[in-house]
T-cell receptor
Framework: NAGVTQTPKFQVLKTGQSMTLQCAQD?????MSWYRQDPGMGLRLIHY???????DQGEVPNGYNVSRSTTEDFPLRLLSAAPSQTSVYFC??????????FGSGTRLTVV | QQPVQSPQAVILREGEDAVINCSSS?????VHWYRQKHGEAPVFLMI?????EQKGHEKISASFNEKKQQSSLYLTASQLSYSGTYFC????????????FGQGTTLQVKP
């Protein structure tokens, strides 16, 4: 099992560009979430999903879109990148209210 | 909405004990504990569900006081490998994928 796979690992964007961060899991987990991590701020929830076709907003959803067309994939879209979106992004999945498995993260820099 | 962790940072010598606290203003169903090493993804330690149970994992254990909406993580006879940042994550029901994390507690264990 690969677990939770995030791509790319590193990305530099220019202000105003759009991009999609990919997240895939092969554990048949129902729940998937996206977090961003900034120094001193902990892990902040962007969007989450409890199953295919179902998504909801977290603590900091502005500027991000998600969709969940399959159980395995949960991509995060940045619509128009801003320097404030410079962060490390983690995708995580779990089977119900169980322990979350995190991907290795995507380090995004917006210049 | 974000749970509050205390202390923010702690420095220990090998063999010493530490307690990390997590407090929420919301009624909780679950409390999760994770440890993150620098440059790595968070790793699951344990989950506590409504009912006030205490759990253990090697020399690391935790308790959950659902009446006070508080959880504590106990690290006994600390080892160098315990160094890292500890996060508590809180969930308010059994059927939500919404896990909100605290800001983290940085633990440094010195020889």
């Amino acid at each position: 099992n690969a677990g939770v796979t995030q791509t790319p690992k590193f990305q530099v964007l220019k202000t105003g560009q759009s991009m999609t961060l990919q997240c895939a899991q092969d554990m048949n987990h129902e729940y998937m979430s996206w977090y961003r991590q900034d120094p001193g701020m902990g892990l902040r929830l962007i969007h989450y999903s409890v199953g295919a076709g179902i998504t909801d907003q977290g603590e900091v959803p502005n500027g991000y879109n998600v969709s969940r067309s399959t159980t395995e994939d949960f991509p995060l879209r940045l619509l128009s990148a801003a320097p404030s979106q410079t962060s490390v992004y983690f995708c995580a999945s779990s089977y119900g209210v169980g322990h979350y498995t995190f991907g290795s993260g995507t380090r995004l820099t917006v210049v | 909405q974000q749970p509050v962790q205390s202390p923010q940072a702690v420095i220990l010598r090998e063999g010493e004990d530490a307690v990390i606290n997590c407090s929420s203003s919301k009624a909780l169903y679950s409390v999760h504990w994770y440890r993150q090493k620098h440059g790595e993804a968070p790793v699951f330690l344990m989950i506590l569900l409504k009912g006030g149970e205490q759990k253990g994992h090697e020399k690391i254990s935790a308790s959950f006081n659902e009446k006070k909406q508080q959880s504590s993580l106990y690290l006994t006879a600390s080892q160098l490998s315990y160094s890292g940042t500890y996060f508590c994550g809180t969930g308010v029901s059994s059927n939500t994928g919404k896990l909100i994390f605290g800001q983290g507690t940085t633990l440094q264990v010195k020889p």
